[in-house]
């Protein structure tokens, strides 16, 4: 997008006539003029660039550095140059895959129903309903609440001995569960707090995009008798792909980078180890436990390079994927 | 047109001229105060309440050119910030305090703070509990902290829900109940079943610590090597009795489950450092005056306590240490003991009547002055080995694991050994 209007500009600048200059005045205006239409529009995006350097990119490429070392705050004698052996380490230790498979799951239990409910949730906002502006913006309420309180909230709801869930559970004759202590119910857990937080925040997204689906296709759907339902999976859903890709995208980001959720979700939050046999820890949390409880700063940046390639891989299976389901091909 | 931007280019200098001095002055303000006269400031962070407020009026009285900064802050934060700051080389208060919990963490970093020794510290060795003053000494030999309190040890037990089970309620009768582990569980048995098979004790996770403290050993030797079929057995064979009997609750400690069972009498007895008393007083004020405390089994004990440390970082390490100095004389440390209940470090002080006799009414008028110093007294000086933490929460989460009912007898034991030897790479 921005490559065009600006090579529009730096055109029509060259191809402005020099202007008559008198002779010995080298027209400084002119050459201020020009150095302005030239350099300014970099001037003003740099301020991005800047801050992501320095934020960005910088840390990004610091971390690689430390990944090549060893580096120990509990034993600074050991400091010094180690080649690929925290790779080496991190992909040898089996917490690394507990932590990426914890990940994953939870990953899909809450990006899956968490985008198709915001979907929905979209196509009935979309429709005439009475307080509509209320009701568009509660569903961002969620989004606002601070991560911390939610999460206290839902690990009351979830408690084993005194929570609402078992309450709810032992009401209609079921077992009570014991969500913290195997993988599956605390996977469950983790993801109704990251679904609850995400959905009105990606509902809006959608939303958005759905206003700007010409009416006229739904009209002429409706003519050839289209159901709802149809209208949804058959315009709305291929009109707003580009808002699909967009939520996917943030949401593997988010899920590859889950962290608080599950952290304070554990009744000793402070050592990050993710439940008693790290039932629910994810890898940033393997990360932060790591560098900041085993001290291992080396290792711990080693973890974050695996992580980030595992994104990026992601990233682009994502981008394949939707273009297919959602585009036919196209592109 | 001309004036009005003119006008905006002016405000905005001006602006940015404003902005400049602030920084200029941010900057002095780290040096030396920001105060041109050469007044000092020094920053001081902590957690929760260390009674400092009404001592550094007084201090800064007496020393005119210090003015002191409190930050009191998030347990955890502090500490994480603390760690932070070390590693970043800036940011570091002038003082910082240090949870015994995480001693041996910034033990183990001894080179990024003040020697406290190079400032005169070792006049005080004497006047401290041994363990406390090992505690954060480092192996080069450099005293990283000087201890501002400790916990101590006892069990806070209900005299309600013992009288209902039958068991006596008397303190001097209920410490010799159980003069040993042993007898600790047999007690518990009476009251499971005097009760009707209620739950005797909160969790077996801080039980299976403190019988470990009480080894000589604990889990490690002073040669740093793993030693799991010392101390840390015998805790554990205590800690998994507990649950494989019947007699725990199961519950996490400081966990919102944990308060509530405290409220509502979900179980009887509890491990209770000095500290615990304001906890369960905070948590469930609805039960005053159903509490006592007791001596606990197998001698002395101490968990949490904590110590002043210097920063190397800083730029002001004498005006800091002689403030620390200050802090841990007799005067103020039994003032902070009538202001917010912390107990001394230095045993001299527990012969002064202000805590010999102090009595806690809320838990029946014990006479917490006496039963804590004692357990503090007793604590065997153990070794803390470099790598104790992480083993520490490898161990805790196989008993975690029992206490869910994951797993159980020796194939748990064996568990827990395998995670202690891989935490210990």
Redesign the interface.
Known sequence: MPATPMTAVRRSASHRAPPPASPGRPGWRIRLSRWDINYTPYLLIAPFFVLFGVFGLFPLLYNAVVSLRTWR????TRDGWTGLDNYRAVLADDRLWNAMGNTIGIFVLSSGPQLVLALLLAALLNRRLRMRTGLRMGVLLPYVTPITAST?VF??LF????GLVNNGLASVGLAQV?F??EKWSSWLAVATMVNWRYIGYNALIYLAAMQAVPKSLYEAAALDGASQWQQLWRITVPMIRPAVLFTIILSTIGGMQLFTEPLLFD??P??A?GG??GQFQTIAMLIYRTG????D?GRAAAMSWVLFLVIVGLAVVNTVLTNRLSGGGRR | MFTLRSRSVRALAAGVAAALVLTACAGTHDGDGGSPEGTVTLRVNYWGDFGLDELVPRYTAAHPHIRIQLNAGDY?QQH?DL?KF??AGSGAPDIAAIDESQAV?FR??A?KFVNLLDKGAGAYEDDYLPWNWQLLRSPEGRQVGLGTDVGGQAICYRTDLFEAAGLPTDREKVSALWPTWEAFLAAGKRYEQGSGGKKFVDGAGLFLEMVIRQQPVGYFGPDEKLAMDGGPRVGWELATALVAEGLSAN??PF???WN??MKNG?FAALTCPAWMQGYIQGQAPNTKGRWDIAYPPGGGGNLGGSFWSIPAQGRHTDEAYRFVEWLIQPEQQIAIFKKVGNLPSQPALYDDPAIRDFRNPFFNDAPVGRIFPDTARKVTPQYQG?LT??VR?AV???L??V????ISGPAAWEKARSEAERAAR
């Open positions: 705050l509990d034993d600074p206290v690990g009351a408690a084993q001995q005194f014991d913290r202590a009744t000793k402070r050592e180890t008693s046999d900041w409880k085993e001290l700063l | 955890s994480e760690q070390l590693v963490q183990n970093q080179s519950l996490q966990t919102p489950e509530a069972a979900g470099r933490d992480q929460t805790s989460n196989v975690d694991q206490q869910q009912g994951k």
